[in-house]
């Protein structure tokens, strides 16, 4: 088993990983580019135990020997000793292309590189590195500590091996994983909810229904826990924004453009609960 984790980005999804991981045993040195921004990462990591202590899901003593596991840094350099590492950073390929050359420069040979992308082909941001064999998709869900699954994805040059240590890692979190066995843009699930979500915005856009009404439809109609326009507020508009775009660069099938609305949206600034407005007034 792996000890040592590094998580490059301390937003929503990259706090999440560097919980669980540590809640698992992991020693965890979490990363951003600004002391605020870990400051917000770990606030939401201890919030987020004691909700699970509160509610009997966590003892005490387990949730501080947890924290005390988690150390935070802005220097990238501290992911230099990690057995596993996995980047957060924004959805933008550029800029998760500079975070693997820097790691493909100071990590160990044997360290499996991981991306959290929901949408970019891992082969794209492997092809960065000299080890792409070590380069590997782990897409996990928000809100990380409640979401069971990871979707593993095996870029083109993926090796066996690097595989099956992230399997080993996700699953040490208490993950189920699907491998996802060709890269293609968005991979199963992204694929799947973004239609799913483009579309719903196409129907909320020309007023066939509310943004309440299609949400309940798919919870009780489909039984999903959350209806699309619901998750989106969650994960941000602008992440569902640009992993539209990205699908619908590579497939150019017009189910995955982004609605106008969506792009309307994101120019306003109206991101989801993160900004207190998007398909949803948050207080």
């Given at each position: ?119 970019i ?40 091996d ?78 569902m924004?640009?992993?539209t ?16 609305l969506l ?21």
């Amino acid at each position: 088993m792996a000890q040592q984790v590094a998580v490059v980005g301390a937003g929503l999804m990259g706090s999440g990983i560097a919980q669980v991981a540590a809640a698992a045993g992991y020693d965890v040195v979490l990363r951003d580019v600004t002391p605020e921004a870990l400051e917000r990462g770990t606030g939401a990591i201890r919030a987020s135990y004691a909700k699970f202590v509160e509610k009997g899901r966590m003892a005490a003593d387990d949730a501080e020997a947890a924290l005390d596991r988690i150390t935070t840094t802005t220097d990238l350099g501290a992911a230099a000793d990690a057995d596993v590492v996995v980047e957060a950073v924004f959805e933008k390929l550029e800029v998760k292309a500079e975070v693997f050359r820097t790691l493909d420069e100071i990590c160990k040979p044997d360290a499996v590189l991981a991306s959290n992308t929901s949408a970019i082909p891992i082969t794209s941001i492997a092809a960065v590195t000299r080890r792409p064999e070590s380069v590997v998709g782990m897409h996990f869900f928000s809100p990380v500590p409640m979401m069971r699954l990871c979707e593993l994805v095996r870029g083109f040059k993926t090796s066996d091996d690097t595989l099956a240590r992230a399997k080993e890692f996700a699953e040490n979190t208490g993950k189920t994983c699907i491998v996802v066995n060709r890269d293609v843009a968005g991979f199963v699930t992204t694929r799947l909810i973004t239609a799913l979500t483009v579309e719903a915005i196409k129907l909320l856009e020309s007023g066939v229904a509310s943004a309440e009404d299609i949400d309940v439809a798919c919870r009780l109609g489909f039984g999903h826990a959350m209806g699309p326009l619901e998750t989106a507020d969650l994960t941000g508009v602008d992440i569902m924004c640009n992993a539209t775009s990205n699908v619908y660069a590579d497939t150019q099938d017009e189910k995955f453009a982004p609605p106008e609305l969506l792009r309307r949206m994101v120019a306003a600034g109206d991101l989801g609960r993160k900004t207190g407005r998007g398909f949803y007034e948050h207080g």
